[in-house]
C-alpha cells in the first residue's frame, strides 16, 4: 500500500492526470483533475484551492475559500478511466486557520478513531459494511408543476415474462427469488466479475458476490474488514467503481434503498468490533452468543440511540420505504443471535474470537459511510460508558408474537423527518472529544429539512391519483 509522497510521486510517472477527490456533506464524491506535472511535493504541503460555497452543506459564499490537501496514504492508479490517471483522497482545512474544516465528514470520521484510542476501551475498530446496489437497463425519471413519474427496466424482472420480445428466453426472476440463483437466470455473474476484479485492482480486497433477493438486478458484493476511515474511504471507492463498470457494460448502478414496489430493498448491514491489541473486546466464551459485557453495553447504546442514528445511517425519504414494520426490514429495536428483523444481529458462523462482531442492519448505502460508521462508534461507546442495558434478547420470531409481547418491543421510526427530529433532540453522545460538531449536525439536518423532505412532502404522490382523483 502506498505510504509516502515519495512513493505517490514515483506512482505518477506511470500516469498523465492526477484527480483530487473529496467527499460533500451528503456524501457523495467531488473532484477536480489537473495535468501530473502538477502534483510536487509542494502540493502536500500547500494543498489546492477550491469553492466550497458550491459544495453541498459547505461553505457560504462570502466564506468561500477552502483547501484541499491531498492524502498520500489513499493514492492509486484509477482503472475505469481511459486516460492514465493518479486518483488521490483528499482532507478539508480551511485556508486562513489551517485547521481541519469541521464539516469534511472524513475529519469526523478521524476524529472517532482518536477518540476511541483515547478512550481507553479499545485501541481500534474494525468495520465490514455489506453495501447492497440495483442494475438496471433502463432508468427514467422527472416531474413538474403537473408531473411526476419513474420507470425503471431489467432484463430480469418478473414483468418481462409477458412482454413481446424477440425473442423472449423467459428465466426472469419471480419477485423474492433472487437469492443466489446461477446463469442464465442471474444474468449479471460475469459484470459483478468484473467490478470485483476492478476493485481488488485499486487494492479493495473482496470476499464474495452474489445475486440478492430482489427480481430485478439486485446485487450483493462484500469488501474485507478494515478500520474505521479506511473501511468508509473503500465504500466511496466501492460506490465510483460499481457505477463505472455497471456503465461500461450498458448498466446503471444505483444505491438507492428502494427503488421498486413490492421486492426487498438495498440495506448496508455493518459489521463492527472493538479491539485491544490482538484482542476483540467483544468475545467472551460464557457470554450470549460469547458476546462480553462491553459488546452487551455497546448493543445498549446502539438500541438507546438508534432513532438519531438513522438520521446519518438511513439518511433519506427513501430510506423508510424499505424501513417497514410487518416485513423483513430490521426495523424492530431489540438484538438476537438469530432473528434478521432485530436492528442488532450477532452473526453465529464461526466460534473463532477474532469472529464475534456486531451486525447493526438498518442502515442502507445512500448514507455517508464516515458520518454512518462514526455515529456508531459513538453511540457504542456511550453503551459502554454508560453501562446502558439493552435488557434481553428476542430469539423468537418477532412475526408470530402474540400482541402483549409484540407492543413492548420499540421499532425504528417511520420517515427521514422522524429521525431527524430524534437526532435533534439526542446528539450529545455524538459531540464528545469533539468528534462531531454542532455546526456539522445543524448544517446536515438544516440541509436534509431544506432539500429533501419538505421537497417530497409538498409533491403529490402518483399513486394519490389512483386513491383520490375520483374523491
Avoid at 479493495?204 to 474505521?228: F, K, N, S, W
Avoid at 450498458?250 to 421498486?260: H, Q, R, Y
Avoid at 420499540?410 to 462531531?436: C, H, I, R, T
Wanted: charged fraction near 25%; proline fraction near 7%; glycine fraction near 8%.
Amino acid at each position: 500500500m502506498t505510504k509516502t509522497v515519495a512513493d505517490v510521486l514515483k506512482l505518477a510517472k506511470e500516469v498523465q492526470m492526477v484527480d483530487f477527490r473529496f467527499t460533500d456533506l451528503p456524501g457523495t464524491w467531488q473532484h477536480f483533475s489537473s495535468p501530473i506535472r502538477e502534483l510536487t511535493e509542494e502540493t502536500f504541503e500547500e494543498g489546492l484551492g477550491f469553492d466550497g460555497s458550491s459544495i453541498r452543506g459547505f461553505q457560504e459564499i462570502h466564506e468561500s475559500d477552502m483547501l484541499l490537501m491531498p492524502d498520500p496514504t489513499t493514492a492509486f492508479i484509477d482503472q475505469v478511466l481511459e486516460v492514465p490517471t493518479l486518483a488521490i483522497l483528499c482532507d478539508i482545512y480551511d485556508p486562513t486557520t489551517r485547521q481541519p474544516y469541521s464539516r469534511d465528514t472524513r475529519y469526523v470520521a478521524r476524529k472517532a478513531e482518536a477518540y476511541l484510542e483515547q478512550s481507553g476501551i479499545a485501541d481500534s475498530s474494525f468495520w465490514g459494511p455489506e453495501a447492497e446496489f440495483f442494475l438496471f437497463n433502463d432508468v427514467r425519471y422527472g416531474g413538474g408543476t403537473n408531473s411526476s413519474f419513474y420507470y425503471v427496466d431489467s432484463q430480469e424482472g418478473w414483468w418481462k415474462s409477458g412482454e413481446d420480445l424477440k425473442p423472449n428466453l423467459g428465466g426472469q426472476i419471480p419477485p423474492k427469488r433472487g437469492y443466489f440463483p446461477v446463469p442464465p437466470t442471474d444474468t449479471l455473474q460475469d459484470v459483478r466479475s468484473r467490478i470485483v476484479l476492478t476493485l481488488e485492482e485499486v487494492g479493495i480486497p473482496i470476499e464474495v458476490h452474489h445475486h440478492e433477493v430482489a427480481t430485478a438486478g439486485q446485487t450483493e458484493i462484500d469488501m474485507r474488514y478494515g478500520p474505521l476511515v479506511r473501511m468508509a474511504d473503500s465504500v466511496q471507492l466501492y460506490k465510483y467503481i460499481v457505477k463505472n463498470v455497471a456503465r461500461m457494460n450498458g448498466l446503471t448502478a444505483t444505491f438507492m434503498p428502494k427503488p421498486l414496489f413490492g421486492d426487498n430493498g438495498s440495506g448496508m448491514h455493518v459489521h463492527q468490533s472493538l479491539w485491544k491489541g490482538n484482542t476483540n473486546v467483544f468475545y467472551d466464551e460464557g457470554g450470549y452468543s460469547q458476546l462480553s459485557e462491553s459488546a452487551i453495553y455497546y448493543i445498549g447504546g446502539l438500541l438507546k440511540h438508534a432513532p438519531a442514528l438513522l438520521a446519518l445511517a438511513a439518511p433519506t425519504t427513501n430510506s423508510y420505504r424499505r424501513l417497514v414494520p410487518g416485513f423483513e426490514a430490521p426495523v424492530n429495536l431489540a438484538y438476537s443471535q438469530r432473528n434478521r428483523s432485530a436492528v442488532c444481529r450477532i452473526p453465529t458462523y464461526s466460534k473463532s474470537p477474532k469472529a464475534k462482531r456486531i451486525e447493526f442492519r438498518a442502515p442502507d448505502p445512500s448514507c455517508n459511510a464516515y458520518l454512518c460508521f462514526a455515529a456508531l462508534l459513538m453511540a457504542g461507546l456511550d453503551g459502554i460508558q454508560n453501562r446502558i442495558d439493552p435488557g434481553e434478547p428476542v430469539d423468537k420470531d418477532l412475526y408470530g408474537l402474540p400482541p402483549e409481547e409484540a407492543k413492548l418491543i420499540k421499532q425504528v421510526p417511520g420517515s427521514l423527518g422522524a429521525v431527524l427530529d430524534a437526532l435533534e433532540s439526542d446528539y450529545e453522545f455524538l459531540l464528545k472529544g469533539d468528534v462531531f460538531t454542532e455546526d456539522l449536525l445543524e448544517a446536515y439536518i438544516a440541509y436534509k429539512r431544506q432539500v429533501e423532505v419538505d421537497p417530497v412532502r409538498m409533491r403529490p404522490h402518483p399513486y394519490e391519483f389512483t386513491l383520490y382523483y375520483d374523491a
